[in-house]
């Protein structure tokens, strides 16, 4: 069974910065993509950013400049450092992960439970 544990959420004032962080456990064989989407009240699920295991990253608009996604594969653990952080940025934030158990079989994705970022104005 694959676990997904996420850290570091809180509330903080706006300009400020926090860092997440996602460790995947169990057995599995590699984790090809780790990524963070965020859900804010009414609103559906977006995607922040998102890493490859070669370093790719892709991210929204909205988090450019400010957000910076990174991964260990080592840890099999990805983190999302925070900057310069807005109210609109509130909302629960949850962490995936799409991973094979062997080589050349399909990928599944897992979840984490969320952590919410709480940004004051």
């Known amino acids: 069974q694959v676990q997904l544990v996420e850290s570091g959420g809180g509330l903080v004032q706006g300009g400020g910065s926090l860092r997440l962080s996602c460790a995947a456990s169990?057995?599995?064989?590699?984790?090809?993509?780790m990524g963070w989407y965020r859900q804010a009240p009414g609103k559906q699920r977006e995607l922040v950013a998102t890493?490859?295991?070669?370093?790719?990253?892709n991210s929204a608009d909205s988090v450019k400049g400010r957000f910076t996604i990174s991964r260990d594969n080592a840890k099999n653990t990805v983190y999302l450092q925070m900057n310069s952080l807005k109210p609109e940025d509130t909302a629960v934030y949850y962490c995936?992960?799409?991973?094979?158990?062997?080589?050349?079989?399909?990928?599944?994705?897992?979840w984490g439970q969320g952590t919410q970022v709480t940004v004051s104005s």
């Open positions: 169990g057995t599995f064989f590699s984790i090809n993509v």
């Open positions: 995936k992960a799409v991973l094979s158990y062997t080589s050349g079989s399909g990928y599944y994705s897992y």
């Open positions: 890493i490859t295991s070669d370093g790719t990253t």
